[in-house]
Each structure stands twice: as C-alpha cells, then as structure tokens.
C-alpha cells in the first residue's frame, strides 16, 4: 500500500479589510517557499484564506462564522500542527450578528409583533 503523502493545511486568519499587505506577502512569498520546501520534502503545502472563499450570500445569512470554523476543524483533521495562523494588528475586526437569535420571539412579543421566521 503506498504511503500517503503528509499535507500541512494552515488557515490564515485576520479580519478581512486589513493586514492586506502581510497576506500579500505570504501569498506571494513565503506560502510559494512553503510550497517548495514541502514538495522537496516528500509533502504538500495548502494555505487556507477565506478573504475570497466566503461568498456575498453567505455573509448575508450570517455563514461566515461557521464556514471559518469549519475550515478550522478541517485543517485539524487533515493535517498535523501548526495549522493556524493568526494575523492580529490594531484593529479589532468585525463582530458578526448571530446566525440564530433566541431571543428574537420574545423581542417581538414585547414589541407587540408576530415572530418572523
């Protein structure tokens, strides 16, 4: 049986609107080193940024908390550690509104109105 081959699979994560210039550079740079240096050494490389992979109709239905942590748990079982990394900057980043809120049938029966589901 042939030996599978190793993949380190590492997710990038950042808020989307800044540090455009250090995923610039790991992109074009140090992910393409990583690349090689893997393949030299008998395993794959595979950089996971959501900056383009969450779509316009996910972030509408408030998805894309749950599609980064999915990918998250994806790296993890396919591929040994590290397979995160953080970008952190000055910004505090996005907060997202739930996908689910508990709450929301109680809100409308205080404010006199049907749920909305």
């Known amino acids: 049986m042939p030996q599978q081959t190793k993949v380190f699979r590492v997710f990038v994560s950042s808020t989307f609107k800044d540090m455009k210039e250090e995923r610039w550079i790991l992109q074009k740079d140090v992910f393409p080193r990583l690349e090689k240096f893997c393949e030299e050494n008998g395993a794959r490389f595979q950089a996971v940024d959501l900056r383009w992979g969450v779509n316009e109709e996910s972030q509408l239905n408030q998805k894309t908390v749950d599609i980064c942590l999915n990918e998250i748990s994806r790296c993890q079982k396919l591929s040994p550690k590290p397979n995160f990394l953080?970008?952190?900057?000055?910004?505090?980043g996005w907060?997202?509104?739930p996908e689910i809120i508990p709450e929301w049938r109680w809100i409308c029966s205080?404010?006199?109105k049907?749920?909305?589901h």
């Open 86 to 92: 953080v970008l952190l900057g000055n910004r505090y």
């Open 95 to 97: 907060q997202p509104v």
């Open 110 to 112: 205080v404010m006199g």
């Open 114 to 116: 049907e749920s909305i």
